[in-house]
């Protein structure tokens, strides 16, 4: 794990337990996503990764910026992606 586990983070067999809900570790503001988290049921699938990604990104952007409204805008919808992505 490297200087991580001298982090001080709950550690099960070189893994990080998560809640599934946010993604955070043991310490408030660390989140785990990918095989280096744990958590029950867990699949070592690179879509799982992907999802939780997602979904930490949410909980991250809240406990950054609490009460502050996270814009999703989508390549398929958004002129100002399109634009920035040069396909309009």
Do not use: C
Not at 21 to 43: H, R
């Amino acid at each position: 794990l490297g200087p991580i586990a001298d982090w001080g983070l709950n550690l099960n067999e070189n893994l990080i337990p998560v809640d599934t809900e946010k993604f955070e570790t043991s310490e408030a503001g660390i989140f785990a996503v990918g095989d280096i988290n744990w958590y029950p049921g867990k699949l070592k699938l690179i879509l799982s990764g992907f999802h939780e990604a997602a979904l930490m990104a949410q909980k991250a952007h809240q406990y950054v910026y609490p009460g502050k409204k996270v814009l999703f805008q989508y390549t398929t919808s958004s002129s100002n992606l399109q634009k920035k992505l040069g396909v309009r």
